[in-house]
């Protein structure tokens, strides 16, 4: 009987008609204590009979029999995988839990943080190879993905989703910008809600906003809302207050904020955006206050938003809200009782009204997901790219933001560029800020004598209390709106959303109020002259040349 059963074991795993296997992501340095957490990922079709994985150290195989068809999970300890991302793996390789199939095992695998490798076999023969830092370079929370055969085409972290880019045909567009007639359009959009709303906003704080979701809500409509749990600063008395009334109308909160136990997927959710009975989404530049959606008549932000009607692209920015909310770090949020915002005594005539087209063409842009088609819209520009920004930030002292560098790239092609900044205190005083990028930029321009000029907004002109925008105009067709900032941290590491409208008409709609914001602004910032700042940026000016010229010598 025992030489019958060795046989039929031999049999099944001799019967191995060959796998198509790949380790196609990986983390080896997670969040919880003692990486207990870290977890390989394989795809492929095929029996497991003759796979093994090793770092060199430890490593595993399968029991025999067992079978790929898709993706399949193994994780040191499935446990702590649940613990981390609320599902079970498909194998661990510490026996943790009675419900969790175990791998085959020697010496226990463990991947190293800093300097390590993993290695596929199929039987004998090697057929992947991955090794860190030589391959990718390592960081905590970082999950390494094999996307089109190259490591880390994105940089993604633990429970951050990796959404597709994706295109929405013949959907109905709405414009608006702040503050011109931002605070009219969100109450008649909330006002045309039946059944559900969706919410995500950074920050939201106005009692206006505040009581039209109360008033949708008291006429039965679902409302879920979603903020930042640990904005910059905190969250303020303000925003505690309107987010405490909410709650108390009946309206659930929820918060997205890391602890000591859960470490949340995004260093911020800073997204701006609502979905409307899963047929509309309503997204914007300017967080929920009365600074990005004043009254009309009043002063605030210089934001731009739009209001987009299609069943699909609302569906897909309602998995995106659904995702974000089952986050294990997404928590209820109650607020509490204080004072609450007052909007801006402050006049200003409305310029700009709402204004509807039809026929366009949109494509979601997420960060950190698909914010690289930012790269693709400016370098996609013919004629003309405007640029209009609350700041922009270069990687490093000697290396151009990404999506500034692609502006200067097309400015060299003889498209003509231009970069307007924000010129509030905050974005002028310091010695490496928005005065100090147009001077770089206009010295770009110069010394390359390509059309390329940036200005800082004049906001006693204009009578906007501060450029908050994150916008982009190609060739008078193609606009961006998003919340997306021009730093290192935003596209890569924050949850943002945003959409590239493809109309004429949108086009030239948020061109009419780039123009309006350009033309009186100035080439610098309006305050006293600072020598140690000119002296300090006049040295990285300088530095920048040398490496922009070394770079289009080679």
């Known amino acids: 009987m025992r030489r019958l059963l060795v046989l039929i074991l031999l049999l099944c795993c001799t019967g191995y008609a060959g796998a198509q ?77 009675p419900d969790i199939p175990d791998v085959i095992g020697g010496r226990p695998l463990c991947m190293a943080n800093a300097n390590d490798s993993l290695i596929l076999y199929d039987g004998t023969d090697l057929v992947q190879s991955v090794a860190w830092p030589r391959d990718v370079k390592p960081r905590e929370g970082q999950v390494h993905y094999l996307e089109d055969g190259v490591w880390d085409r994105r940089t993604l972290m633990l429970g951050q989703s990796r959404f597709a880019p994706a295109e929405f045909r013949n959907v109905t567009v709405t414009t608006f910008v702040s503050p011109d007639c931002s605070d009219e359009l969100f109450s008649g959009v909330v006002s045309t809600a039946s059944k559900e709303i969706l919410l995500n906003v950074y920050e939201f704080s106005s009692p206006s906003m505040g009581a039209s979701l109360a008033g949708a809500n008291g006429r039965g409509v679902n409302i879920t809302m979603l903020v930042e749990g640990g904005p910059v600063g905190g969250i303020g008395k303000e925003e505690r207050a309107a987010l405490f009334q909410l709650n108390r109308s009946g309206i659930p909160v929820y918060a997205m904020v890391s602890t000591k136990d859960v470490h949340a997927p995004y260093r911020y959710d800073h997204a701006k955006y609502l979905v409307i009975d899963r047929r509309a989404v309503l997204l914007a530049s300017e967080n929920f206050k009365y600074s990005g959606f004043a009254s009309t008549g009043t002063t605030g932000n210089r934001g731009w938003g739009v209001m987009l009607e299609d069943p699909g692209l609302a569906g897909y920015f309602s998995t995106v809200f659904t995702m974000d909310l089952a986050a294990p770090s997404t928590v209820p949020y109650n607020g509490s009782y204080g004072p609450l915002e007052s909007p801006s005594s402050e006049k200003r ?165 780039f123009e309006d914001d350009w033309n009186p602004a100035v080439a610098t910032s309006e305050q006293k002259t600072d020598y140690v700042k000119l002296i300090a940026a006049g040295v990285l000016i300088v530095l920048l040349l040398v490496v922009w010229y070394r770079r289009h010598r080679t």
Request: one cysteine or more.
């Open 21 to 97: 296997v790949r380790i196609t992501g990986f983390c080896p340095d997670p969040y919880l204590h003692d990486d207990a957490d870290e977890y390989i990922v394989l795809s492929g079709n095929g029996s497991l009979d003759m796979i093994s994985i090793t770092d060199g150290n430890g490593g595993f195989r399968f029991p025999c029999g067992t079978v790929i068809n898709g993706d399949l999970t193994i994780a040191r300890n499935g446990k702590a995988y649940r613990q981390s991302h609320g599902t079970a793996p498909d194998f661990e390789w510490l026996d943790s839990s």
């Open 349 to 513: 005539p409305a310029e700009f009204s709402p204004m509807k087209f039809e026929g366009a063409t949109v494509k979601p842009v997420l960060a950190p997901d698909t914010s690289d088609q930012i790269t693709r819209l400016i370098a996609s520009a013919d004629r003309t790219v405007e640029i209009e920004e609350m700041y922009i930030k270069n990687e490093t002292p000697l290396t151009l933001n990404p999506y500034l560098a692609e502006a200067i790239n097309a400015s060299q092609r003889g498209v003509r560029v231009r970069v307007l900044l924000d010129s509030s205190w905050y974005d002028t005083e310091g010695p490496n800020d928005n005065d100090e990028m147009v001077a770089l930029i206009n010295r770009i321009g110069a010394t390359e004598h390509v059309p390329l000029e940036a200005r800082c907004a004049n906001l006693r002109v204009s009578r906007i209390t501060t450029i908050h925008n994150k916008g982009v105009i190609v060739d008078d067709q193609k606009v961006l709106v998003s919340s997306i900032n021009w730093n290192s941290n935003s596209p890569q590491f924050n949850r943002e959303a945003g959409v590239i409208i493809e109309h004429p008409g949108v086009a030239r709609y948020f061109r009419a109020a």
